[in-house]
């Protein structure tokens, strides 16, 4: 009798879906509307989740995050072979990024996708990060087939979500039911950690695109926190942020907070950040948070070129309980093991004389064997410890 009723549910829940109903409204999937956790919930939130380590997640075979998800080259297969290599290392999350457009293109799909997703992930001992948004690289994305790699550029496919299309208020209705609904669907899953609403919402893009959007940050400082209010309409039971990311050292002192930063700390349930720079630098970034009094989870870190290591600063983000989430897990065609220069430089002739991101080959092998032994031993140690 129960097992009827749980499949009773799950077909009018599936039903919904089909029939263009936002899952957010789908039977018993959606949370109460709920305001920002206070520090003391988002602490004991986070005391009772695995220490997050792990890296921001795009599989070897996409070049971006619409290759990664579209029915077409979505590949489970693939994401469970990466995944049980990110579960030999200990990690137990990963930072994965999703697309309005792929919303607007299949939303039933893409519910399906992530329920996948998120199955390969349990097997594994792994919570994601799901991100909504991103200003980062290409401000003119495409569904349908990607463009192949360029040849020795870091990161030459990436889309930004939603581009361009931020500045045409017609768009705001779809983007807010690419919230509620893919929010509102797993607001009680607790298969993930946290929702990343709004990857570096105040970059200018990057690489060598044109800055096609010349008021894109004012555009975006002004959705940014319709797009916290639309997630927590759906009272996710998961903890919302935004990472802040310049390293300008004045993240401890309110009255520097520029205009973005100053939404993004104010209403982030968990304070996340980014820092490329050495682990003095990555210290000193920890420090300047604290004073929030709430848990601190590093999104984005780890540059070898730049400074930025495993060795150097993943022991300063144990030793401060702050999360650890590095860019990059396998070699391919998103080339990230390739440095930022190669926008100015290509690396079409020679290798980089040290990887800039990235874990493991392509075939499965460790970049650097004392890379992967000590992040297995940070993940069991804090772990064992909780």
Known sequence: MIRNAQRLLLHLTMLA??????????????????????PDQATAYMQRQPYPVGANF???NSINELEMWQAATF?????DTELGRAQGIGMTTMRVF?????????????LQRMEQFLAISKKHGIKPVFVLFDSCWDPNPRLGQQHAPIPGVHNSGWVQ????????????????????????????????????????PDNGGGGNYADNLPDKVALMDAMLPEVFAWARAEGPSQ???SG???????WSDPSKWTATEKIQLSESDIISFHNYDWPEKFQA????????????????????????????????AAKNNVGAINWGLVQGKEQTNLPWDSWAHPYTDREPPIWFHDVFYSDGRPYREAEVNLIRQISQEKNAAK
């Open 17 to 38: 879906v089909v029939f263009g109903i936002l899952p957010g409204t789908a039977l018993l999937a959606a949370g109460k509307p709920r305001s920002r956790w206070t």
């Open 75 to 79: 590949d489970p297969s693939e994401i």
């Open 239 to 241: 903890p919302l942020t």
């Open 98 to 110: 999703l697309h309005d457009l792929l919303w607007q293109g299949d939303s039933a799909g893409l």
């Open 285 to 316: 970034r920890i420090d300047s948070l604290k004073p929030l009094g709430r848990p601190l989870l590093c999104t984005e870190y780890m540059a070898r070129g730049n400074g930025s290591t495993f060795d150097g600063n993943l022991p300063v």
């Open 58 to 60: 795009l599989p070897k």
């Open 161 to 200: 979500a939603p581009g361009v299309a931020l500045a045409d208020p017609a768009q705001h209705k779809r983007f807010e039911a690419y919230v509620k609904g893919v929010v509102g669907h797993f607001a009680n899953d607790d298969r993930i950690l946290a929702w990343d609403v709004w990857n570096e």
């Open 244 to 250: 802040i990311w310049h390293d300008e050292a004045t």
